[in-house]
């Protein structure tokens, strides 16, 4: 299937587009053609507020991996949104969106949203002090609510039925698949609890968020022999894993595909989907005529590659997904 772009969007998409009505030409004969992937948990706002100390400088790490859109997943408050936008959004050829920290002190949470909408695109809710959690979760739920946007939120500091319970639609549980020794998707025996099924029938999405602590092989292996899998793949990168266990998109996506899940379920679970989370999904996620062209070319390497999750625990897979090429809004910038 070849591409043709024009003016930075997707003009057609079919077999055999005459290569001479082309100024630039890419051969990527033998190459997954994918959407630019969505990478649905980040923190690249490195200069103040939550993750300041951990946060990753985001055209460097993410566009040589394919990854043209990222979700700063909660390193912002509604007092830094401006500088936000114009030291990072602004100065980023990769799209940013963001998600607004919650915590004790509250602010201007739901005023935040609605004056940044291209913006911010919803709330965070990380555990804190467990005297607090409760408040703050409730906090979170009513900023959504006010402005009107998505809630992710950690399955720590609570019982997870209860962050369930306040999960609604559209929402997002980030580090779905997380270790023990904390409670997860599954109960003593290792079954998927009836509150997950339950929170995923009434459209809650299950993100993986790997990070150093968030993502147990063991854990995504029983999830998926149950019929369980994440809506979204994502890396939760920061500056304590992106040397190890989580390095970058591509490899993350290669641990699914180790673990038995099928490419193209991979590749949606790293655009399209996130793309309906985001409520993009026109926008990006796509390769459909009209959609603005982020394109990422991948390599499927074939060989014994070692997968490595936040425990230590490793899974060896037949495959690895290698980015070659990569066109922001039809610019190449890899």
Known sequence: ??????????????????????????????LIIAPGLIDLHTHIYYLLGHWSRDT??????????????????????????????????????????????????GGCYAGAVKANRDLVVGIKWHHGPPEEDAATLSMARDAADWGECMLMCEPYGLELKTILGRLYKGDILTHSFHPPPRKGLLDENGRVLPEVWEAVNRGVYLDQGHGRSGFSIEVAEKCLKQGLSPFTISTNLHKRCIRGPVYDMPTTMSKWLALGMPLEEVVKRSTWHPAIVLKKEDEIGTLKVGACADVACFKLLEGDFPFVDSVGETRRGRYKLEATHVLRAGEVVF
Request: proline share 2%; hydrophobic share 40%; with cysteine.
């Open 1 to 30: 299937m070849d591409v043709a772009i024009l003016e930075g969007r997707v003009a057609d998409l079919k077999e055999d587009i005459d290569p001479w009505k082309s100024r630039h030409l890419i051969d990527a004969k033998g």
């Open 56 to 105: 990753l400088e985001v055209d460097s790490t993410s566009l040589s991996k394919g990854v043209t859109t990222v979700l700063d997943a909660g390193s912002v408050y509604p007092e830094h949104v401006d500088a936000f936008r114009y030291y990072i959004a602004n100065r980023s050829r990769t799209r940013v969106y963001a998600l607004l920290c919650m915590r004790r002190q």
